[in-house]
Each structure stands twice: as structure tokens, then as C-alpha cells.
């Protein structure tokens, strides 16, 4: 196993959650990570971003401003504080990791690495 998503849950309108990602069996602070989710009958939506050491971070404009990435590499994990959330956050979140720098429509088998997946349910 080398992705485990945890922290998703059920939560109302407005309230915070935050997620982790844990890595195991690679050289986790060389690798470019993202949060991914897909909402149910939808397609993949590229969320946030981070850059290996963590000076970079990127946002999806639905989220900027009420979710961040952060990480700590001497843990391994990957973390998304998400607030203010909203029932169109409902969806499964997967944390995904690449030896280089990919673009946000990258599929997500596509990923040197990816997670099962943690569902998190807005309750409106």
C-alpha cells in the first residue's frame, strides 16, 4: 500500500474537515501531490496541488479560499484543511503523487501513486 486517504466523514453545511494522506514505500518528499475528487455521477475534478517541498500550492477556483494543502515530509502525509464547506464538496477524495509535475487533467491512473479514496458527505 502506498496512498491511505483518511479523515473523510459526514458533516453539515459550513462546517471543516480535514484529510490525510499517508505514504509508505517511496521517497515521498521528492514527489509532486494533489488531492483529487469525483462527486457522485460525475467526472474527476482536480482540487489542490502541492510541490514537493511545499512552497507551492495551487487551487481549483471552486475551492480556493476555503481549502488548503499543506504537508510534512518527515511524516510522509499529506494533509487538506477544508472549511466553509459546501454540499457540492460531496465527493470521494483521492490523494495521488507524481515524480514530476503534471497537469491538472492527468487521469488518475495515470499517477506514479494513488489512494482508495475517502468519502466526505455536506449535508445541506
Known amino acids: 500500500v502506498h496512498l491511505v486517504e483518511s479523515g473523510g466523514g459526514l458533516v453539515q453545511s459550513g462546517g471543516s474537515l480535514r484529510l490525510s494522506c499517508k505514504a509508505s514505500g517511496f521517497t515521498f518528499s521528492r514527489y509532486y501531490m494533489v488531492w483529487v475528487r469525483q462527486a457522485p455521477g460525475k467526472g474527476l475534478e482536480w482540487v489542490s496541488s502541492?510541490?514537493?517541498?511545499?512552497?507551492?500550492?495551487y487551487y481549483s477556483r471552486a475551492v480556493k479560499g476555503r481549502f488548503t494543502v499543506s504537508r510534512d515530509n518527515a511524516k510522509n502525509t499529506m494533509f487538506l484543511q477544508m472549511s466553509k464547506l459546501e454540499f457540492d464538496d460531496t465527493a470521494v477524495y483521492y490523494c495521488?503523487?507524481?515524480?514530476?509535475?503534471?497537469?491538472?487533467?492527468?487521469?488518475?491512473?495515470?499517477?506514479?501513486?494513488r489512494g482508495q479514496g475517502t468519502q466526505v458527505t455536506v449535508s445541506s
Open positions: 495521488a503523487g507524481a515524480a514530476s509535475v503534471v497537469v491538472t487533467t492527468t487521469p488518475l491512473d495515470e499517477y506514479d501513486y
Open positions: 502541492i510541490y514537493s517541498d511545499g512552497m507551492k500550492t
